[in-house]
């Protein structure tokens, strides 16, 4: 696969798509992918009401993407080649590390390699920088599992399984749990990535987790 050096993320959850954020690209190899989103990063979001989530909204409502910005410090992505997982590394706006989240998903890459299709599968981990680890949005998981446009109860078994072997890698800070990234500064020659357009084409299977 070709390396571009901005590599756009496509958030789905059910049949919406969340979030279009395009994101540097730090690594890329044989292990997978390492995407650094900067604070102020231009994005699409999906339009919701106020003091809503998404997950708490009917699948098949209409949810039009608008411009945006990412209005958080900045987030390293990795998402490790043919796992079902992200490790998310959150900064400060001041660039002090934060904090672990990992997000149980599966991602399909563009021919390309310019765009990953990154479907949520709700079920999540946090964890501080003391490697005290929890489940989050367990109720969302399990609510939405069996719903036709998100996972059977064996795929929830699976995403589960997933998830645990990850807790594994946390509890023995193993990679990348063992500090690697927590110092992370980007260089300050790269500029802000571009707002991508949309009605980039669906990205094909058969590549990806
Ligand atoms: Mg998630």
């Given at each position: 696969m070709p390396s571009p050096s901005v590599v756009t993320v496509h958030l789905i959850l059910g049949s919406t798509v969340s979030m279009v954020v395009p994101a540097r690209v730090v690594e890329s190899g044989e292990d997978g992918l390492l995407l650094w989103v900067?604070?102020?990063?231009?994005?699409?979001?999906a339009t919701i009401p106020p003091g809503t989530h998404l997950r708490d909204l009917p699948p098949e409502g209409s949810y039009p993407l608008r411009a945006d910005r990412w209005r958080h410090g900045g987030a390293l992505i990795l998402q490790p080649a043919g796992a079902g997982h992200a490790v998310w590394w959150s900064f400060t706006m001041e660039q002090e590390f934060r904090s672990w989240y990992v997000n149980l998903e599966s991602r399909v890459h563009s021919p390309d390699g310019a765009d990953v299709h990154v479907t949520d599968q709700e079920?999540?981990?946090?964890?501080?920088p003391d490697r005290a680890w929890e489940w989050k949005d367990e109720d969302?998981?399990?609510?939405?599992?069996?719903?036709?446009?998100y996972w059977?109860?064996?795929e929830a078994a699976a995403i589960r399984t997933e998830g645990i072997r990850v807790t594994h890698l946390i509890d023995s800070a193993t990679y990348p749990f063992d500090g690697?990234?927590?110092?992370?500064?980007?260089p300050e020659s790269w500029p802000l990535p571009e707002l991508p357009p949309l009605g980039t084409p669906e990205a094909e299977p058969g590549e990806g987790a």
């Open positions: 900067a604070p102020g990063t231009p994005l699409w979001r079920l999540d981990i946090t964890v501080t969302s998981f399990a609510a939405k599992t069996g719903h036709p446009v059977t109860p064996a690697t990234w927590c110092d992370f500064r980007p």
